[in-house]
């Protein structure tokens, strides 16, 4: 434990979550700050900041206040898929719809599978349930990062579109192993396999995504002849109230969100409100890294072993593959095979809430260490994706070159920058 200096303000009534919020707010600007004069991006700040008034370090946040917090993952999340929803327009998906297919097909299941069989061959003990479920979580890619970093350096073009689209559907296809994965477990753990076990979360995803997909309708027509304050106002409590009822449900808010997003995007032909959302949820997406950044428990770190290590570079090489071998049967350019793997890097909220689910399908010691992977993975992966996925923009030709600008200076005009 750390320094428990929350121990300070805690009891003071409403004041201690005001001022919890506000350190928050305060670590994440600064730490974003430095992060940003030595070239880095602002998400790696946010978490590195979270991390350092985590319990773990100082303990400005009391672990109850930050369990009281864990709906701003599901409503990031949120955001975060509404936005790439924007994506999904029926012309480009025509454009380089099978292109998407099967970048995302091979980089998702190729990573799968590779830490199924590395885990299996290399840790038998463990068991192929055990390998079975981490190889279907390895299928996820987080957007979150990927998308601030791209937002931040404004890097555009045939890469980032690619990019987007393939981290959206990503998801989609780690529900569905996952899905599958853990009907095999409990199947082998009841001796027989129920249909309900598979049908039920099957169920529950099409009905979200449905809801989603409606939502897009029911947006357009609501804020039709409205001032963006209130066309504003009403998403933000459509995606809020779509969160709400995937949680309901215990599915991720992810796929209704993204439905949500292309449907309102391709029947209004309308980018302002997206461009309105970008501008509100920047204090959650704050929230949201330096929760995470929280979360960090340095003494997981020394049980994950070498099966922590071996997720962590299986599956980096199996996305890196997957990647190059989908993009080159799509005959893509060469930047966008080279370099689109390191942008497939980073993993946290699809993949963190599918290791609580995987905690309770094994049996308890098997459990704390698989969830003790996925966590501690995570977070490595958090802290290298965005340089990892600013690399692969750099190189792709994907940022402008006035972004780049800043970035030949020398430091002490950065920093200088960066006070004022």
Not at 187 to 216: D, H, K, R, T
Request: charged share 15%.
């Amino acid at each position: 434990m750390g320094l428990e200096l929350y121990l300070y303000y805690d009891g003071l009534g409403a004041a201690s979550p005001l001022i919890a919020l506000s350190i928050m707010f305060l670590a994440g600007f600064l730490m974003s700050r430095l992060t940003k004069a030595l070239s880095l991006p602002n998400v790696t700040g946010y978490i590195l900041a979270g991390v350092l008034i985590g319990p773990s370090l100082l303990g400005l946040i009391s672990p109850e206040m930050i369990d009281g917090m864990s709906f701003l993952s599901d409503l990031a999340l949120a955001f975060i898929a509404f936005g790439v929803g924007k994506f999904f327009r029926k012309d480009s998906l025509k454009e380089g719809g099978k292109g998407v297919i099967a970048v995302t097909l091979l980089e998702s299941l190729l990573a799968g599978a590779l830490v199924f069989l590395a885990v299996l061959l290399l840790f038998p003990g463990l068991g192929w349930q055990f390998a079975l479920l981490l190889g279907a979580v390895a299928t996820a890619t987080a957007p979150a990062s990927t998308l601030m970093t791209i937002a931040q350096y404004k890097a555009k073009g045939r890469f980032v579109n690619l990019l987007l689209q393939v981290v959206a559907l990503d998801d989609v296809v780690c529900l569905l192993a996952f899905t599958f994965a853990s009907a095999l477990v409990e199947a082998q753990g009841q001796g027989a396999l129920s249909a309900e076990q598979i049908l039920y979360p099957l169920l529950y995803n099409l009905l979200i995504l449905v809801a989603g997909f409606l939502s897009g309708f029911l947006l357009h027509m609501l804020v039709k002849g409205r001032s963006p304050n209130s066309r504003l106002v009403i998403a933000v409590a459509l995606i809020a109230f779509l969160a709400g009822t995937a949680i309901l449900l215990d599915v991720s808010p992810l796929l209704a969100a993204m439905a949500f997003g292309a449907s309102y995007r391709n029947v209004s032909q309308d980018e302002k409100l997206f461009k309105y959302i970008d501008h509100f949820d920047p204090p959650v997406m704050l929230l949201f890294f330096v929760l995470s950044g929280m979360s960090m428990d340095f003494s997981a770190f020394l049980t994950v072993g070498a099966v922590g290590v071996t997720y962590f570079l299986v599956r980096l090489l199996g996305k890196y593959m997957g990647a190059w071998a989908g993009a080159a049967l799509s005959r893509e350019e060469k930047p966008v095979r080279n370099y689109l793997g390191l942008a497939l890097a980073p993993q946290a909220g699809v993949a963190i809430g599918l290791a609580f689910l995987g905690e309770r399908l094994l049996p308890a010691e098997q459990g704390s260490l698989f969830l003790s992977i996925i966590l501690c993975s995570s977070i490595l992966y958090e802290l290298s994706g965005p340089a990892l996925a600013k690399l692969a923009l750099i190189k792709s030709g994907a940022i402008p070159r006035e972004m780049l600008g800043e970035r030949r200076k020398p430091i002490f005009h950065r920093l200088r920058r960066s006070e004022r």
